[in-house]
């Protein structure tokens, strides 16, 4: 389920679908714009899938939190953290009732 906002370090971010998280990226599926507290994510996309984006660009939303930078390898990174965490809450959904 995406929810309307999301809380990430205090802050509340707005999530949004949209045709086209970033105008510059025809492929880019989701996005987090920090000083606009907002994540954009591609409608249309399978729920599964749409979940995994949103939980991926709230990890950015974390580390951006903690300062924290993997550098060239940022977005590797995040994207396989992300794919483990939303595998684990998926698989766990008692974890956190
Ligand atoms: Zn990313």
Same mark, same amino acid.
């Given at each position: 389920m995406i929810p309307?906002? @999301? =809380?990430?370090?205090?802050?509340?971010? =707005? @999530?949004?679908?949209v045709d086209m998280p970033d105008p510059e990226d025809a492929d880019c599926n989701g996005l987090i714009v920090y000083r606009d507290q907002s994540i954009k994510i591609r409608k249309g996309m399978g729920k599964d899938y749409t979940e995994l984006v949103l939980i991926h660009e709230m990890f950015h939303g974390i580390t951006e939190h903690l300062h924290i930078s993997w550098g060239d +390898?940022?977005?590797? @990174?995040v994207s396989q953290v992300a794919a483990v965490l939303y595998q684990t809450l998926k698989d766990n *959904? *008692?974890?956190? +009732?």
């Open positions: 309307e906002t @999301v =809380k990430i370090g205090g802050l509340i971010y =707005k @999530v949004e679908l +390898e940022n977005e590797h @990174v *959904k *008692k974890l956190i +009732e």
